[in-house]
Nanobody, 123 residues
């Protein structure tokens, strides 16, 4: 079974940057569509960005122009470069993926979630 482990979160000031990493185990990583999601206290989990197996990318409107999703299939890792961070970006960030995931980043077929990594943006 594929496992995903998030890292790279931390405490940053508004306007700062962070790069999150999502390391995957298992085989055929390059065939998986991968997404980043986040959940703030009292709010539902929401899609942040998606990169498909064919490298098609999609972003939530609230991060367009600020965040970049990328992948390195040889390293079985997905990244989220976050620039121009705002206080409202504060959340726990999760990654997940599966065969056939589209740019919509649908979550209904995800069987589990990892621990995520905390991002706190505050002065």
């Amino acid at each position: 079974q594929v496992q995903f482990v998030e890292s790279g979160g931390g405490f940053v000031q508004p306007g700062g940057s962070l790069r999150l990493s999502c390391a995957a185990s298992g085989s055929a990583f390059g065939l998986l569509g991968m997404g980043w999601y986040r959940q703030a206290p009292g709010k539902q989990r929401e899609l942040v960005a998606v990169i498909t197996s064919s490298y098609t990318r999609n972003y939530a409107d609230f991060v367009k122009g600020r965040f970049t999703i990328s992948r390195d299939n040889a390293k079985k890792t997905v990244y989220l470069q976050m620039n121009g961070l705002k206080s409202e970006d504060t959340a726990v960030y999760y990654c997940n993926g599966r065969l056939g995931l589209t740019v919509a980043g649908e979550t209904g077929q995800f069987r589990s979630w990892g621990q995520g990594t905390q991002v706190t943006v505050s002065s």
